[in-house]
């Protein structure tokens, strides 16, 4: 069964600083990485999507992908408390459907 | 990238009635998806819905309980049928497309 994996949190950190978030998957074939905010009680927002190995930024926002250790992270640089939510990791495994993780709830303290 | 409007936004539904949810995209797809998220979890894959043939459910998930159409390449149904308090949930649909784009989701309270 094919799995994604991320640290519920909540996850605290102090305004201004790196929130650093984490995502493995068990599907070596996963070819697309995607990582989604959700607000409460909102549908999921597309923040970044990466398909190869490296570094990509975005603004604020730094996704990194390591296809060897199955590992997908999530930065995000001098954080606000308007970026507190919840973090869904998601991979597409075949056509476009999704797998996601648990997601990690994020609070970035004034 | 593509819109798609989901109603309704939120419903109070009585135990044992059912409830049809709509998604309706701007642009044509070839399959949308129907994710289940149930509170304080992530989103669950029901089924995928393909133009012309019968929905594809994820194990756990059965066409009685959640029947799905999809007419044309614009719109497609989910309904959840004799409903209980377990099946409050925030229910989702999406189009293929990368990446995925959501509706704005439906909140459903059975009560």
């Known amino acids: 069964q094919k799995e994604v994996e991320q640290n519920s949190g909540p996850l605290s950190v102090p305004e201004g600083a790196i929130a650093s978030l984490n995502c493995t998957y068990s599907?070596?074939?996963?070819?697309?990485f995607f990582w989604y905010r959700q607000y409460s009680g909102k549908s999921p927002e597309l923040i970044m999507s990466?398909?190869?190995?490296g570094d990509k930024e975005d603004g604020r926002f730094t996704a990194q992908l390591n296809k060897a250790s199955q590992y997908v992270s999530l930065l995000i640089r001098d954080s606000q408390p308007s970026d507190s939510a919840t973090y869904l990791c998601?991979?597409?495994?075949?056509?476009?459907?999704?797998?996601f993780g648990g997601g990690t709830r994020l609070m970035v303290k004034p | 990238s593509a819109v798609i409007s989901q109603k309704p936004s939120r419903d109070i539904c009585q135990r044992g009635t059912s409830l049809t949810i709509q998604c309706q995209v701007d642009?044509?797809?070839?399959?949308m998806f129907w994710y289940r998220q149930q509170p304080g979890q992530s989103l669950t894959l029901i089924a995928t819905?393909?133009?012309?043939?019968?929905?594809?459910?994820e194990s756990g998930f059965v066409i009685d309980k959640f029947p799905i159409s999809r007419p044309n390449l614009t719109f497609s149904t989910l309904t959840v049928s004799n409903m209980s308090p377990e099946d409050s949930s925030i229910y989702l649909c999406?189009?293929?497309?990368?990446?995925?784009?959501f509706g704005q989701g439906t909140r459903l309270t059975v009560v």
């Open positions: 599907d070596r074939v996963s070819q697309s």
């Open positions: 642009s044509q797809v070839t399959m």
């Open positions: 998601a991979v597409d495994n075949a056509g476009n459907m999704l797998t």
């Open positions: 990466i398909y190869s190995n």
């Open positions: 999406s189009g293929d497309g990368s990446p995925a784009f």
């Open positions: 819905a393909n133009q012309g043939s019968e929905a594809t459910y």
